[in-house]
Nanobody
Framework: QVQLVESGGGLVQAGDSLRLACAAS????????VGWFRQAPGKEREFVVG????????VVADSVKGRFTISRDKAKNTVYLQMNSLKPEDTAVYYC???????????????????WGQGTQVTVSS
């Protein structure tokens, strides 16, 4: 079992940067692909960016390409989401998620992910 805790959300202005962190419990977390998703009010949860278990591959949604990057620190059992040039439309609750089994490929499909954090709110004012 893996438990995920997100942090780093807050209120920022358009154009600002923010870094979210997803801290995990469990020794095998470093073997799992991880994704960041977000859900804005009244909208479905959507994929943002994902990283493979070894960090060698990332998948990025078109809406954030060139602005958001993902990385992982195995020693800290943490995955980071660096968000630059934030826009008001990036306002949402951001969730990190991990796939259930080791060494699976990273995907953008929400239902592929089994472990979820509680989410952290990001609000971007114009």
């Amino acid at each position: 079992q893996v438990q995920l805790v997100e942090s780093g959300g807050g209120l920022v202005q358009a154009g600002d940067s923010l870094r979210l962190a997803c801290a995990a419990s469990g020794r095998t977390f470093s073997q799992y692909p991880v994704g960041w998703f977000r859900q804005a009010p009244g909208k479905e949860r959507e994929f943002v960016v994902g990283i493979s278990w070894n960090g060698g591959r990332t998948v990025v949604a078109d809406s954030v390409k060139g602005r958001f990057t993902i990385s992982r620190d195995k020693a800290k059992n943490t995955v980071y989401l660096q968000m630059n040039s934030l826009k008001p439309e990036d306002t949402a609750v951001y969730y990190c998620a991990a796939r259930q089994s080791a060494y699976l490929p990273v995907t953008s499909t929400l239902t592929d992910y089994n472990f979820w954090g509680q989410g952290t709110q990001v609000t971007v004012s114009s």
